[in-house]
């Protein structure tokens, strides 16, 4: 144990590690990446100039793409060999090497991820020294035919703009499985974090970052608490809540403050929250408050958690007028999602999960979307992992919610009312929200993508009628009272009408609105 943390860390042993190959497009970073690790990184396009005495564009220039493609496969097989080299940088379109995949295997592979438009804006002022950097239109097409291999490939997910950091990320990655776990990096402006998703990575191995170090508090509700609260001892205490909306209040986020100050908890220490949605936002909401603020890791083990409610750092609890009314933005430390949680769920919770998977796919379109409409189980580790992906990469243009990061509400501005109106008792949030995106898709304009959604959770037994006991004015009074709503303006919507393409900051006409919700009983 160490006797300045009292927590012992996930033992690392020295030379354990894999080495690191960087991957990713033209202009991600990844030379800098390399350099940042001093003489243990290597870059390969650089070694190749260097062995022969002629830049890239030259030897593309006298010897055409496919010589070079020869030596790059040869001298990356080489480097990634060396026992002396921690990290090596690929060229851009190394991994269309069979051989160098393959060889990837052995590495633990970061992808340095970049948005083609930012990728354009860095290389095309150096187009006379990248041989493919010159037509806009063909490094359009290269950037879209490689992303997916890069993020096939990938065990580590970095954005381009954290390639200076890259140490820091490595120091996260230690002591991760090489396989059946990934690691993507969340950037915001008020500080990055890891998000380690992975199948047994706490149940099975324990995982725990070795950069997080501190005493544990381990908040929980008696469900969760049960079945892994164990997993993350010694801690200073276990704090348990009873599980459901109903215990997201002022008056629960006073029982977790009371407990933790009688169990002597300072701001240095770590609250561990392990549970679903509601657990995530209290215990959050607990740590952002307490002492001003403490460190929060949290474990999602509910779909919807895993998907969504985990990241960005967003707490709260309920008031019995509305839904997280009462709250604070406050970034987690650490994500630790392992899916072998998801089988102690019953069916009615993965089902609840899944809506927010539809609604990410709705929002992201693309493979995301083909996946999902093409039937991938909602518990699928891959569709899990590329939901987290796809909100981080929104949180980190919008960590404020004032802007694209409102794109996420898809659906939830009906779902949150639904849930109000109905005193957060007859409905799950998944199921409220599966709801919600069905009035929203058709307030969108979108009735053929409605109809292929309401298949979709009709298939995972979400429902898509609302219960006529619900009182629909009561369902469009809370509509008015939600958050996003500022000043004296109607509140604001998010439209989709079509995967990809959503809006937000959609103003709603009043009937429009009472159309699509009173179409929900069916």
């Known amino acids: 144990m160490n006797s300045a943390d009292g927590i012992a860390p996930t033992a690392v042993t020295p030379g354990a590690e894999p080495?690191?190959?960087?991957?990713?497009?033209?202009?991600?970073?990844?030379?800098?990446?390399?350099?940042?690790?001093?003489?243990?990184?290597?870059?390969?396009?650089?070694?190749?100039?260097?062995?022969?005495?002629?830049?890239?564009?030259?030897?593309?220039?006298?010897?055409?793409?496919?010589?070079?493609r020869e030596l790059e496969e040869r001298v990356t097989l080489e480097l990634l060999e060396d026992p002396k080299l921690r990290a090596i940088a690929l060229g851009g379109g190394a991994i269309g090497s069979a051989r160098v995949r393959e060889a990837l295997a052995a590495a633990r592979v970061v992808w340095l991820d970049v948005e083609v438009d930012q990728a354009w804006e860095r290389v095309s002022t150096t187009a006379g020294v990248r041989p493919l950097a010159g037509d806009p239109q063909r490094f359009q097409e290269l950037y879209e035919q490689r992303r997916p291999q890069y993020e096939e490939l990938a065990d580590v997910i970095v954005p381009g703009s954290r390639s200076n950091a890259i140490n820091d990320v490595l120091e996260a990655a230690a002591g991760l499985p090489q396989r059946g776990a990934r690691l993507i990096w969340a950037t915001t402006p008020s500080g990055d974090y890891p998000v380690y998703v992975g199948h047994g990575i706490a149940t099975e191995r324990r995982f725990w970052p070795a950069t997080v170090r501190g005493r544990r508090v381990v908040i929980s509700d008696y469900n969760a608490g049960r079945h892994y609260g164990e997993l993350f001892e010694p801690a200073l205490a276990g704090i348990r809540i009873t599980p459901g909306e109903q215990s997201k209040t002022v008056a629960h986020a006073e029982i977790i403050w009371t407990e933790m100050v009688r169990a002597g908890v300072t701001r240095t220490d770590v609250a561990v929250a392990v549970g679903g949605g509601v657990i995530g936002d209290i215990a959050g909401f607990c740590a952002a408050t307490y002492q001003r603020g403490m460190r929060v890791v949290q474990v999602p083990t509910t779909l919807v958690a895993q998907v969504d409610s985990a990241y960005g750092g967003k707490t709260a609890v309920d008031l019995a007028e509305a839904k997280n009314y009462v709250g604070a933005f406050h970034q987690p430390t650490a994500v630790i999602v392992d899916t072998a949680t998801l089988v102690t769920l019953p069916p009615e919770e993965i089902a609840a999960g899944y809506a927010e998977v539809v609604k990410t796919g709705l929002i992201t379109g693309g493979a995301l979307w083909q996946k999902i409409s093409s039937g991938a189980a909602a518990n699928d580790p891959d569709v899990i992992a590329r939901c987290a992906l796809a909100k981080l990469r929104i949180v980190a243009e919008d960590e404020l919610d004032t802007g694209v990061r409102q794109l996420l509400n898809l659906g939830h501005t009906v779902g949150h009312a639904i849930e109000t109106a109905t005193g957060y008792a007859r409905y799950r949030h998944g199921e409220?929200?599966?709801?919600?995106?069905?009035?929203?898709?058709?307030?969108?304009?979108?009735?053929?993508?409605?109809?292929?959604?309401?298949?979709?959770?009709?298939?995972?037994?979400?429902?898509?009628?609302?219960?006529?006991?619900?009182?629909?004015?009561?369902?469009?009074?809370?509509?008015?009272?939600?958050?996003?709503?500022?000043?004296?303006?109607?509140?604001?919507?998010?439209?989709?009408?079509?995967?990809?393409?959503?809006?937000?900051?959609?103003?709603?006409?009043?009937?429009?609105?009472?159309?699509?919700?009173?179409e929900l009983y069916g």
């Open 19 to 68: 080495k690191v190959a960087l991957i990713g497009f033209m202009g991600a970073g990844k030379t800098t990446a390399a350099r940042a690790l001093g003489t243990s990184g290597a870059d390969v396009d650089e070694v190749i100039a260097s062995r022969e005495g002629r830049s890239v564009q030259q030897i593309f220039e006298s010897d055409g793409e496919a010589t070079f």
């Open 432 to 518: 409220a929200v599966a709801l919600g995106l069905l009035a929203e898709l058709r307030l969108s304009g979108a009735y053929a993508l409605r109809d292929e959604v309401m298949e979709l959770l009709v298939k995972a037994d979400l429902p898509v009628v609302l219960d006529r006991e619900v009182d629909l004015e009561q369902v469009i009074f809370a509509t008015a009272r939600d958050k996003k709503r500022v000043g004296e303006g109607p509140v604001p919507f998010v439209l989709c009408p079509q995967p990809g393409r959503p809006q937000y900051g959609q103003v709603v006409p009043p009937a429009e609105l009472r159309a699509a919700i009173r």
